[in-house]
């Protein structure tokens, strides 16, 4: 779903709708990623009181919406009010899918299950961002790449038909980590939000990490297709970079969960967020195809290595009875940078350019990475204690 606008939204802004300002081409985003960031903080806590599978199979329900909307849109507010419902449906779903992966499975195979989920999101990501590019260039902007939308839903909600619900699994979990101290165990809505974001330092750390990767994503999501257009790059050219980049994400998400479960998480998170800020300056320094493609495939490597990381991290330090409430804390901050950073990057592109917004908006995880190395713990330590 989120792969098929990656590479045609931005520019069905600009030709169809006829956006001349950045910052209103990215409004989509900006929509996309508060709504989702705020259902990521709800989905957890509603998770936690009504099942894994409601909230699976109803995200999938208001998915439907989405394609529905863009391909019969005739002002920019229904595509912008479409990214609220894609945002709607990606809080409920794919938190569903990581908080359901780490109800499965043991403490030393986080990283490896969250691994997994992420490689299969976001190759389908890679997929759909270079098929949208294909189907765009070969017949139009719209509607025909949003056809492909109406299937992928359909397809949502009959495997969520048929997918079981990880309760008894959690119930298993919570009466294994029950401990005479009920205040670790029971918290209230409020102290888990403080715990992530602020007063624990293992998750506060975690929480900004997932911040700053996420509003490095805003910006690329946004930006990268005006960028790659400007320099003189045909639409099917930039969907294949732009397809590049989570396609690299995905793929190495099958390594890198796997890994952080033999080596710890500390040292991934703080490597790839500066990765992630390297890649950036390395696509603004180059001036060739392939060496984009390389900068397409680093962003993605760096992405790749904190990703699944900072999840399991959260598994790691989160009582079950909290978790997916946890969880969806850290996801409401990580997802909020979508939005942050399509709001910065529009700010920025439309007063310096869109080299510069790219430039700057690189600082975020490379100070993250510096955050992270002086604050945050080795939380896989903390499971094997």
């Known amino acids: 779903m989120v792969g098929i606008e990656r590479t045609v939204l931005p520019l069905l802004g600009e030709e169809q709708f006829g956006l001349a300002s950045t910052s209103a081409a990215l409004s989509f985003i900006i929509s996309f990623g508060f709504s989702k960031a705020i259902v990521n903080y709800f989905a957890g806590q509603i998770a936690d009181k009504f099942g894994r599978k409601r909230v699976l199979l109803l995200g999938w329900v208001v998915g439907l919406f989405v394609p529905i909307l863009t391909i019969f849109a005739h002002a920019w507010w ?12 990606q809080g409920l779903t ?3 899918t990581v908080n359901m992966k780490i109800d499965i499975s043991k403490a030393n195979q986080r990283g490896t299950a969250v691994g997994l ?19 765009a260039s070969s017949y139009s902007l719209r509607p025909e790449p949003f056809y492909l939308g109406i299937g992928i839903v359909i397809i949502g909600i009959l495997l ?28 209230s809505s409020k102290e ?7 007063k624990d330092k293992n998750l506060s750390s975690i929480s900004f990490s997932g911040l700053a990767t996420n509003l490095k994503d805003g910006m690329a999501w946004g930006l990268f297709p005006l960028y790659f257009t400007t320099v003189g790059l045909s639409v099917s050219q930039t969907g294949t970079i732009v397809a590049v980049y989570p396609a690299a994400w995905g793929f190495f998400q099958l390594f890198t969960g796997v890994l952080s479960d033999k080596v710890g998480r500390k040292k991934l998170i703080t490597y790839g967020m500066w990765t992630q800020a390297f890649a950036l300056w390395f696509i603004l320094f180059v001036n060739s195809f392939s060496l984009w493609i390389l900068g397409a495939i680093l962003l993605g490597l760096g992405t790749a290595m904190v990703y699944p990381t900072l999840q399991a991290a959260i598994g790691d330090v989160a009582s079950p009875n909290w978790r997916a409430s946890s969880m969806g804390v850290y996801r409401f901050w990580r997802d909020s940078g ?7 990057a529009g700010i920025i592109a439309d007063l310096l350019g869109v080299t510069w917004a790219i430039e700057i908006v690189a600082l975020l995880p490379f100070l993250a990475g510096v955050y992270s190395r002086m604050r945050l713990d080795e939380t896989l330590k903390t499971v094997a204690k």
């Open 78 to 89: 229904v595509i912008v009010f479409a990214n609220i419902l894609l945002g709607i449906n």
């Open 94 to 96: 794919w938190s569903m």
């Open 117 to 135: 989920n992420e490689f299969a999101g976001y190759s389908g990501v890679a997929i759909m961002a270079a098929v949208s590019g294909y189907v």
């Open 160 to 187: 969520s038909l048929i997918v079981r619900d990880t309760g008894q699994h959690l119930k298993i979990q919570i009466r294994d980590n029950a401990t005479k101290n009920e205040s670790i165990n029971n918290l």
């Open 192 to 198: 888990v939000f403080n715990l992530t974001t602020w």
């Open 338 to 344: 979508y939005a942050f950073g399509a709001l910065i």
